[in-house]
């Protein structure tokens, strides 16, 4: 089984950066797309951004284009997520997920097609 583990969140302000890390064992990246959601209370867990198993592609929700960036290191099985230009509405728990053979985009942005999830890391931001 594919194990993650999310780091990086914390309290930041208004226009302030963050980068957040999903760490993987037990399998390498090389057969699952990987992505990125958040959930803030009260909230249903919604898409932020996603590469396709093959790590060829990218996608990322409206709310967040030109602001985060989804990136990975395969010799260290991790994703990262860079959040500039924050927002209060950015804040939530973050989760990082990994879905074997997902590649279509209407799969990657749905929670469904992915497999396995860290357990998240809040990240908060203040006016």
């Known amino acids: 089984q594919v194990q993650l583990v999310e780091s990086g969140g914390g309290l930041v302000q208004a226009g302030g950066s963050l980068r957040l890390s999903c760490a993987a064992s037990?399998?390498?990246?090389?057969?699952?797309?990987m992505g990125w959601f958040r959930q803030a209370p009260g909230k249903e867990r919604e898409f932020v951004a996603a590469?396709?198993?093959?790590?060829?592609?990218?996608y990322y929700a409206d709310s967040v284009k030109g602001r985060f960036t989804i990136s990975r290191d395969n010799a260290k099985n991790t994703v990262y997520l860079q959040m500039n230009s924050l927002k209060p509405v950015d804040t939530a728990v973050y989760y990082c997920?990994?879905?074997?053979?997902?590649?279509?985009?209407?799969?990657?942005?749905?929670?469904?097609?992915?497999?396995?999830w860290g357990q998240g890391t809040q990240v908060t931001v203040s006016s």
């Open positions: 037990g399998r390498t990246f090389s057969g699952y797309a």
């Open positions: 997920a990994a879905g074997y053979r997902t590649s279509n985009f209407a799969q990657l942005m749905d929670r469904r097609g992915y497999n396995y």
């Open positions: 590469f396709s198993w093959s790590g060829g592609s990218t």
